[in-house]
């Protein structure tokens, strides 16, 4: 019973910090304890080795620590944008479910009279269970760029889109666990962790 009590903690504690990794594009950094950091989780610094980016039919992929989310994508035009994320490339919808997903067909607004630019892809999240979660990363955009290869953009088993569109950007909205069968079933198994944990812990109250 300890064991399992270990595990179980572990395995909450490992879904609480995750929060969600930027893989590709490279991201520019990381750091979970700073990733409610606005802009960019705290990473402040340009990446020297900047992703070639498409102008269209981009990809993104994440991997998500967080049962549900919602998330937006948004860019940066120049060497270096600070905060000026003003332009949306994915606007807020719902994810669910843990581990790799992957947005596809990604159009950077602007088209070809951007080629050879750079600019900062920025991923934004709610947050858990207030404000945002950020990351970035620094690409230069390119119609020539190859992108990911086939089968590495994938989602993992239970991941799927439960809102195609969410009002407000994900920082100042949390996620409603009320309105599908998905979302239902989701909510069923948080609750279920989390009860795995008080009866473990019960047991060892009681048992040492
Ligand atoms: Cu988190």
């Given at each position: 019973?300890?064991?399992?009590?270990?595990?179980?903690?572990?395995?909450?504690?490992?879904?609480?910090?995750?929060?969600?990794?930027?893989d590709?594009?490279?991201a520019?950094?990381?750091d979970e304890?700073?990733?409610?950091?606005?802009?960019?989780?705290?990473?402040d610094?340009?990446?020297t080795?900047?992703?070639?980016?498409?102008?269209?039919g981009?990809?993104?992929?994440?991997?998500?620590?967080?049962?549900?989310?919602?998330?937006?994508?948004?860019?940066?035009?120049?060497?270096?944008?600070?905060?000026?994320?003003?332009?949306?490339?994915?606007?807020?919808?719902?994810?669910?479910?843990?581990?790799?997903?992957?947005?596809?067909?990604?159009?950077?607004?602007?088209?070809?009279?951007?080629?050879?630019?750079?600019?900062?892809?920025?991923?934004?999240?709610?947050?858990?269970?207030?404000?945002?979660?950020?990351?970035?990363?620094?690409?230069?955009?390119?119609?020539?760029?190859?992108?990911?290869?086939?089968?590495?953009?994938?989602?993992?088993?239970?991941?799927?889109?439960t809102?195609?569109s969410?009002?407000?950007?994900?920082?100042?909205?949390?996620?409603?666990?009320?309105?599908?069968?998905?979302?239902?079933?989701?909510?069923?198994?948080?609750?279920?962790?989390?009860?795995?944990?008080?009866?473990?812990?019960?047991?060892?109250?009681?048992v040492?």
């Amino acid at each position: 019973m300890k064991s399992t009590t270990l595990l179980a903690l572990a395995a909450l504690t490992t879904l609480a910090s995750a929060h969600f990794n930027l893989d590709y594009p490279a991201a520019r950094g990381f750091d979970e304890d700073i990733l409610g950091t606005s802009p960019c989780g705290g990473q402040d610094t340009v990446s020297t080795n900047r992703t070639l980016y498409p102008l269209t039919g981009g990809s993104i992929a994440l991997t998500m620590g967080h049962i549900d989310a919602n998330v937006a994508v948004y860019i940066g035009f120049g060497d270096s944008v600070g905060s000026s994320f003003n332009t949306v490339i994915r606007p807020t919808f719902t994810e669910q479910g843990l581990g790799n997903f992957c947005m596809t067909g990604i159009e950077i607004p602007g088209g070809s009279a951007l080629e050879g630019m750079n600019a900062t892809i920025q991923v934004v999240t709610n947050g858990d269970p207030d404000g945002g979660l950020y990351n970035c990363a620094d690409v230069t955009l390119s119609a020539s760029a190859t992108g990911l290869a086939s089968g590495v953009c994938k989602n993992g088993t239970g991941v799927s889109i439960t809102a195609q569109s969410v009002s407000g950007d994900p920082n100042v909205t949390s996620v409603s666990n009320s309105t599908s069968g998905t979302s239902g079933a989701d909510a069923g198994s948080r609750v279920q962790v989390g009860g795995l944990v008080v009866a473990a812990l019960a047991a060892m109250m009681f048992v040492y």
